[in-house]
């Protein structure tokens, strides 16, 4: 069995801690002691943000990072699709026991279940924005 994948909720964080301070730029040491995670864990995460084009990113010693857009431009599914996450719900990889008919066709059947169950976990992320999430955190400060 896998264990869940945390790199959504890592990015979501990241995220949020860059939103909760728009317009400053935060060194990647702060943002890992935010996370309390290595730093090379929010590295990478930086470099998948970077990539899809929610964060600007500068190298080096005084290296930092900062959002692209506001806030109010951002949804929780920019932040999930550019985390790398694998999809939330997935049917399993074990073998097909040929003898049995649940083991020949449960993998078909749920597939379109599940299918649904990821765009509806999508669409509900796309109607969240990430100053959503920030106005969340500064309520429950």
């Known amino acids: 069995m896998s264990a869940t994948s945390v790199q959504f909720t890592v990015a979501a964080h990241i995220m949020a801690a860059l939103g909760f301070r728009h317009g400053e730029e935060l060194p990647s040491v702060m943002l890992a002691e935010s ?46 699709r550019a985390s790398g996450a694998p999809p939330t719900f997935a049917i399993h990889s074990y073998p097909v026991e040929k003898r049995c008919p649940i083991s020949c066709n449960i993998k078909g059947c749920m597939s379109s279940v599940l299918k649904k169950a990821q765009d509806s976990f999508e669409n509900s992320l796309n109607g969240i924005t990430l100053a959503d999430v920030v106005a969340e955190i500064r309520r429950a400060s």
């Open 35 to 80: 996370v309390n995670v290595d730093l090379t864990f929010v590295r990478k995460s930086l470099s998948k943000l970077s990539k899809a084009g929610l964060i600007v990113t500068t190298r080096g010693k005084n290296g930092a990072s900062r959002l692209t857009r506001s806030p109010k431009q951002i949804t929780l599914l920019d932040i999930y």
